[in-house]
């Protein structure tokens, strides 16, 4: 069985910066994209930052664009997602999705079918 786990959360303060790891394992698979999203109490799950694995290109949401970078380990079959100038607003669950698939719909939750449990990011103001 697949599967992706996150690592890195924690609590910060206002204008830090934090970088989040996920590993994906499991039998033989192919990555076609791996992203990141998020869940703030009360809030539903939205898109924070995905990466195609093919071609390497970046997507990112506009609230996190210019702040978030998404990177990869292909050896490692890993992405990180490095947060910085971190606002009380990116307080939420982070979660790692993997497309193993080729779904194609990086910047959506249907585009992946293997999910983290999650880990918890606070940002305090």
């Known amino acids: 069985q697949v599967q992706v786990v996150e690592s890195g959360g924690g609590l910060v303060q206002t204008g830090d910066s934090l970088r989040l790891s996920c590993a994906a394992s499991g039998r033989t698979f192919s990555v076609y994209a791996m992203g990141w999203f998020r869940q703030a109490p009360g809030k539903e799950r939205e898109f924070v930052a995905a990466?195609?694995?093919?071609?390497?290109?970046?997507y990112y949401a506009n609230s996190v664009k210019g702040r978030f970078t998404i990177s990869r380990d292909n050896a490692k079959n890993s992405v990180y997602l490095q947060m910085d100038s971190l606002k009380p607003e990116d307080t939420a669950v982070y979660f790692c999705?993997?497309?193993?698939?080729?779904?194609?719909?990086?910047?959506?939750?249907?585009?992946?079918?293997?999910w983290g449990q999650g880990t918890q990011v606070t940002v305090s103001s």
């Open positions: 990466l195609g694995w093919g071609d390497g290109n970046t």
């Open positions: 999705a993997m497309d193993a698939q080729g779904r194609g719909h990086f910047t959506a939750s249907v585009g992946y079918g293997t």
